[in-house]
Each structure stands twice: as structure tokens, then as C-alpha cells.
């Protein structure tokens, strides 16, 4: 097995009503199901109790309203689930908020913390970023921590700077290449179409790897997983993810539809 096993996951983000979530969920079984390089007909699938060996690791992180029901839906597989979001606390008068443990106790395994829309939305900043990490490893949860400087920051050449700051403010430091995945998110990127270069990519990876290796250690850093997300398409996946530091990738618009997350999941090897 290779040192760092990619990882494609997919952020829903606000979308999405039962029946919608359901379908996308279907969908993805059904794909998940073909041996890959085989064609996409019945004779290609494996019987529904022998899930198929997937290049990569797949993940899918719905709204909450529909983390059961996906849940449901691909039981059975090796498609995993997370939250797109939690609470640092376990439990208590937190009102609209939902823990760690919530998730985790509902069968998720990963859970998005810091997200820039979060960061953005929510006044987040690297500690509250970082005590949500640390809830995720508490509850038994895998922590996928963004990081990602906004346009400004990238126009005023702080990039590595900003990206090296939240990665010092944010990863805890019990963090392991088990319990925490790092997603580089340029904000400018998120959502406008527009992608860092791969050899962008691949420097501002490089700079976070060397950043976990001051924090975590040498071989934590070699072996934990960076993904790259923003605006990610199966256009653009293979060329990224072929990267010697990018070991995956974080979807939004593209994980919407089962064909391209699809394609995306194809392009990791
Ligand atoms: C995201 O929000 O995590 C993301 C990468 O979105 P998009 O793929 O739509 O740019």
C-alpha cells in the first residue's frame, strides 16, 4: 500500500433535500459497486456483499439533516460519511450547534473543521479551528483541517505565510496521519472555476508538509494526507493528484453530481 492512500471527498455543503441526497447517495453506491476498468454494464458489477476495491478512499459530507439517511444508503460499502462541521464541546446549551460525538454516534468517521466558509462565515478563527479538531479526535472522528488564503493574501504574496500560520494554529498537536487529513483550499478558488496550477499546488503542499514536520514530526508529516480543494473537476483531478504532495482532494460543485465526483474518484491512483 502506497505510503499516503489518496482520499476524494466530497463537501455538500447546504444542498440538497431528502429525496436529493438519497438519489446522490444511490448513485454513488451503484458506481462504487463496478469493478473499476471494467465497462459500466451489469456484467461489470460485484454481487452488493463484496464491495468493490476502490482506488482511493471516498468520503462523502452531507448537510446533517441528511447524514442518516446517507448513512443508510451506503451502508454496506467502503463510501465513508463526515459532517461538514462541529461543536468543540460534547454536549450542553450550545443551540443549533452538534458535536463530535453526535456524529461520530451516528456511524460518521470524518468531520470538515475550519472550512473558509466557516472561517468567513462564522468568525472561526486558527483556535476555534483547532479545539474542533481536537473534539474530532476525541470523539473517535477524523479531523480534515482547511486551511487556504484568500485572494488578497495571494495578491500581497503572503500565500505560504497565511497557510503556514493556520496550519501552526490549527492541527493538534496529538494530531497523527490516522486522526487528522490537511485540505489546502485557496479561498479564491473556492467555487469561482478558477484552480491553482498543480506546481501551485504542489508548493503550497510542500510548504504545508514542511509545517507538520516542524509541528508533528518527521514521519507523522511524511505520511499525513493533504488535499487540494477548489473548484476541483475530473478535467482538472488527474493533472493535481498527481502531485507528489497532493494525496487527494476536497469537492464542492463537483461532488454534486455522481458522474463527475465519480471521475474525480477514478483519476486518484
Ligand atoms: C469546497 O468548498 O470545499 C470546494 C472545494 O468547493 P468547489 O469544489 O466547489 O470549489
Not at 44 to 49: K, L, Q, R, T
Not at 98 to 119: F, N
Not at 143 to 161: H, K, N, S
Not at 209 to 223: F, I, T, V, W, Y
Request: net charge negative; glycine share 10%.
Amino acid at each position: 500500500m502506497d505510503q499516503r492512500r489518496p482520499l476524494i471527498a466530497g463537501n455538500w455543503k447546504m444542498n440538497g433535500l431528502v429525496a436529493d441526497g438519497v438519489a446522490l447517495a444511490e448513485a454513488l453506491v451503484e458506481r462504487s459497486r463496478r469493478h473499476p476498468g471494467l465497462p459500466p454494464d451489469a456484467a461489470a458489477e460485484v454481487p452488493p456483499d463484496v464491495p468493490a476495491a476502490l482506488p482511493c478512499d471516498v468520503l462523502v459530507c452531507p448537510p446533517f439533516t441528511l447524514v442518516d439517511r446517507v448513512l443508510q444508503t451506503v451502508s454496506g460499502t467502503k463510501i465513508a460519511v463526515g459532517g461538514q462541521d462541529c461543536h468543540a464541546e460534547a454536549s450542553g446549551a450550545r443551540t443549533g450547534d452538534v458535536s463530535a460525538e453526535m456524529l461520530k454516534d451516528l456511524g460518521c468517521r470524518y468531520v470538515i473543521v475550519g472550512h473558509s466558509e466557516r472561517r468567513a462565515d462564522h468568525g472561526e478563527d486558527d483556535r476555534t479551528v483547532r479545539l474542533k479538531a481536537e473534539a474530532a479526535l476525541r470523539a473517535g472522528l477524523i479531523a480534515i483541517v482547511c486551511v487556504g488564503e484568500t485572494e488578497a493574501e495571494r495578491d500581497a504574496g503572503q500565500t505560504e505565510a497565511v497557510v503556514a500560520r493556520q496550519i501552526a494554529g490549527s492541527v493538534p498537536a496529538a494530531a497523527t496521519p490516522e486522526t487528522v487529513v490537511v485540505a489546502y483550499e485557496p479561498v479564491w478558488a473556492i467555487g469561482t472555476g478558477k484552480t491553482a496550477t498543480p506546481a501551485e499546488a504542489q508548493a503550497v503542499h510542500a510548504r504545508i508538509r514542511a509545517e507538520l514536520n516542524a509541528l508533528l514530526g518527521s514521519d507523522a508529516a511524511a505520511r499525513m494526507r493533504i488535499l487540494y480543494g477548489g473548484s476541483v473537476k475530473p478535467g482538472n483531478a488527474a493533472e493535481l493528484l498527481g502531485q507528489p504532495d497532493i494525496d487527494g482532494a476536497l469537492v464542492g460543485g463537483a461532488s454534486l453530481k455522481a458522474e463527475d465526483f465519480w471521475g474525480i474518484v477514478g483519476a486518484a491512483k
